[in-house]
């Protein structure tokens, strides 16, 4: 995230009545990016840390009704045109 953006989406739920929980997990991408040099190599720790350590973490632990992610419009252009896909897999 973008400096100042975290307290930035709280604020605004806030707001809206809507209570956020932010989850600092710099720890868990730093040791992904460890030794880690092709960008899209990079791109695949990111996915594979947020989606496998991170936020299914949250799914385990969280009593939340929803779990929420955001994403940029860059992200979607980018998965519509084909420069990014799925690229999960299916082992643990």
Do not use: H
Request: no cysteine.
């Amino acid at each position: 995230m973008r400096e100042g953006e975290a307290a930035q989406v709280v604020g605004l739920f806030r707001n809206l009545g809507v209570t956020v929980e932010v989850i600092d997990a710099r720890e868990e991408f730093f040791a992904a990016f460890k030794g880690v040099t092709d960008p899209e190599e990079k791109r695949e720790a990111v996915i594979q840390t947020f989606y496998r350590k991170v936020f299914g973490r949250l799914i385990k632990e969280s009593d939340a009704k929803y779990l929420l992610q955001g994403t940029i419009l860059t992200d979607v252009d980018e998965t519509i045109a084909g420069i990014k896909g799925n690229t999960m897999s299916s082992s643990s």
